[in-house]
Structure formats: structure tokens, C-alpha cells
């Protein structure tokens, strides 16, 4: 990407071949840029746009109707924002990503998306011939962070370490099943839910059932955040 390019941690990889296309939802309020995203994207063997919408309120009825795998969205639209629309998106379409592309380099902007269960925070400024393998990577159960946008996030992390590191910040970790924690550290790499099951020996049912028993017990709405919780809490090591 140019100006900005992805973190190697998190830089996008081209899935194994699909067994059939994606089917991808794009979501802003102009309809020129929207339909420039939807253009590129269907130009791809392995990729149908099968819907658009141009608020937040549209993108969640057309999602529920639609059940589409990755939803382009951006943050900042009328009526509904893309953060508010989120949650309500995969209350209608659980299994359904979303990724935020945007102008918007807020911090808070950030944060929000992802505790609203964006699996991706992209800015506008990205080469659009980069968006397929964006829309592959974040379908194979990866995310994606614009790097500028990456080093805010680590920003935020190692001040939340400090505060965690005096007695006040300390917070009683949950308890988490010995299965559970081994799930938490693979997912927190960027492994997707197949990649866990093979390297588990279990099957990519279960580990959606362990990820969904991580998000309860953590109290976070997303796999990044999750990640996220596992970095501050020396899951990894």
C-alpha cells in the first residue's frame, strides 16, 4: 500500500482458493466512490459484490437480508456511522466480517471499531488494487490494520501496560479452560479458525465454539480484541 503499508504481523495473505466467491458488501455514502470499490472488486473471479448500501441504517437491513462474508464499510455516514451500524450488523449476520475503510485516523475511532467488531481498520489512501487481497485476507479470518493506524494501537497498548503494571490497574484474569487459553494464544498470532483446528487436532466447529466461550468470558466483541486482551495479559508468553 501507498502511503501507507501493512505491518508484517499483519500484512495480508492470499487464502487458499475459495470454493466459491466471496460474496462482498460495499457500504459508504458516495455512491461514486462506493461504486469505483465495487467495480475493482468485481473484476475478480473470486469475488461477487452482491450488495451496497450508502448509510449504516440501509447497511444493516441489506446485510440481513444479504448474509454477505465481508462488508467494506466506512465510519463516518449520515443518519447511522459505520461503528454504530456494526454491532447491529452482526446481531442480523453473526457470521458475517465487516472492515472499516476510511478517512478517519481518530484514535478513538480506532478503538471503536474494533470494540465494535470491525476485523480491519483501513484508510482511504490505500491503493485500491490492494482491496482484493484485503477482502481474501479478512474472509480467512485475518485482520488488517493500516500501519499508521497499527502503531497508534501499540501505542495504546503499552500505556494500558503501564496502568496495568501498579497495583490499582491489576485486574483478576478470567478463567479460561486450559483448551480455551491454547485457542487465545493462536488466535492472537493471526491464525484463522482452520489453521487452529489443524494445529489443535480439533474441528473448526469446535474452535468456533471455544473462540465464542474466549469472547463471553473476556467480555469483548471481537477477535481483535481478544487478541488484544491476550497481549496485556501475558497470554503469550
Not at 508484517?8 to 461504486?35: G, K, N, W, Y
Not at 473471479?45 to 465481508?70: H, S
Not at 451500524?85 to 478503538?111: C, H, N, Q, W, Y
Request: glycine content about 6%; aromatic content about 4%; some cysteine.
Amino acid at each position: 500500500m501507498s502511503p501507507h503499508s501493512f505491518p508484517a504481523e499483519l500484512q495480508p495473505v492470499d487464502a487458499s482458493p475459495p470454493t466459491r466467491a466471496l460474496r462482498i458488501m460495499v457500504v459508504d455514502d458516495h455512491a461514486l466512490f462506493r461504486r469505483g470499490l465495487a467495480s475493482v472488486l468485481d473484476d475478480e473471479d473470486d469475488i461477487d459484490v452482491v450488495g451496497e448500501a450508502g448509510d449504516g441504517n440501509e447497511a444493516v437491513r441489506v446485510a440481513g437480508e444479504l448474509q454477505p462474508d465481508v462488508i467494506i464499510m466506512d465510519v463516518m455516514m449520515p443518519h447511522t456511522t459505520g461503528i454504530e451500524a456494526g454491532p447491529r450488523i452482526r446481531a442480523v449476520a453473526p457470521e458475517t466480517k465487516f472492515v472499516m475503510l476510511t478517512m478517519s485516523e481518530s484514535e478513538s475511532d480506532l478503538f471503536e471499531a474494533l470494540k465494535a467488531g470491525a476485523t480491519g481498520y483501513l484508510l482511504k489512501e490505500m491503493a485500491v488494487t490492494d482491496l482484493p487481497r484485503v477482502v481474501r485476507t479478512i474472509a480467512a479470518g485475518r485482520s488488517c490494520l493500516d500501519s499508521s493506524m497499527a502503531t497508534k494501537l501499540i501505542g495504546e497498548f503499552a500505556e494500558l501496560a503501564k496502568q496495568d503494571a501498579s497495583p490499582r490497574g491489576r485486574k483478576t484474569l478470567p478463567q479460561l479452560t486450559p483448551r480455551e487459553t491454547e485457542v487465545l494464544k493462536l488466535l492472537a498470532r493471526s491464525m484463522n479458525n482452520r489453521e487452529i483446528g489443524e494445529r489443535l487436532f480439533i474441528t473448526e466447529n469446535t474452535v468456533k465454539n471455544h473462540v465464542r466461550n474466549i469472547l463471553e468470558k473476556l467480555q469483548v466483541h471481537s477477535r481483535t480484541e481478544a487478541a488484544i486482551y491476550a497481549v496485556r495479559a501475558e497470554y503469550l508468553s
